[in-house]
């Protein structure tokens, strides 16, 4: 299986504030990579799919951008609606397989 | 607007089984890959099984994950635009909040049901 390594685990931070996650797949995955959002009780939510495409009314804040094995998600200005987990997935080969999350704290 | 919602959840004893369904609405379901992920409480998430749509002949292609593998079977009924989750041999670590996916065609989730607790527990 493809092993999603995340860094860091959690990320303190507060509102305005530029934050990067990082992903390391275990392997090349190309671009087949995406990020979701996940806000406590809530389902998680699509926010970039082939490791740089902004999902649709995704604000654009958010910006992503990696291939091969190494990818990153950048929050340009932090907003209180952001404080979340962030997981990254990988969708090249099955299993499909999920980082382990960054859950961002204020 | 696209909408899934789960149901069929509960408290179940190990050993026991147990039948998720995702209603599906808002969009062309027979068209659609489907999965179901899950996240026990308080961990990550895991990708769990797929169903392709169904070819001309009503033939879909099904695959899981080895932690489910002749435990839990995945099917659909274009017909009544539903997903299904049939889980048996149900163990501990198989309690989680199960979420259905819509696959929008190229291996991407694009929208998630509200997800269903499964807890197994004697």
């Known amino acids: 299986d493809i092993q999603m390594t995340q860094s860091p685990s959690s990320l303190p931070a507060s509102v305005g504030d530029r934050v990067t996650i990082t992903c390391q797949a275990s392997?090349?995955?190309?671009?087949?990579l995406s990020w979701f959002q996940q806000k406590p009780g809530k389902a998680p939510k699509l926010l970039i799919s082939?490791?740089?495409d902004l999902a649709a009314g995704v604000p654009s804040r958010f910006s992503a951008s990696g291939s091969g094995t190494d990818f990153s998600l950048t929050i340009s200005s932090l907003q209180p609606e952001d404080i979340a987990t962030y997981y990254c997935?990988?969708?090249?080969?099955?299993?499909?397989?999920f980082g382990q999350g960054t859950k961002l704290e204020i | 607007q696209v909408q899934l919602v789960e149901s069929g959840g509960g408290l179940v004893k190990p050993g026991g089984s147990l039948r998720l369904s995702c209603a599906a609405s808002g969009f062309s379901f027979s068209d659609y890959y489907m999965s179901w992920i899950r996240q026990a409480p308080g961990k990550g998430l895991e990708w769990i099984s797929y169903?392709?749509?169904?070819?001309?002949?009503?033939?879909?292609?099904?695959y899981y994950a080895d932690s489910v593998k002749g435990r839990f079977t995945i099917s659909r009924d274009n017909a009544k635009n539903s997903l299904y989750l049939e889980m048996n041999s149900l163990r501990p670590e198989d309690t989680a909040v199960y979420y259905c996916a819509r696959d929008d065609g190229s291996r991407i989730w694009d929208y998630w049901g509200q997800g269903a607790l499964v807890t197994v527990s004697s």
């Open positions: 169903i392709s749509s169904s070819d001309r002949s009503s033939t879909t292609t099904k």
């Open positions: 392997q090349d995955i190309t671009v087949s």
């Open positions: 997935q990988q969708y090249d080969i099955l299993p499909y397989t």
């Open positions: 082939d490791a740089s």
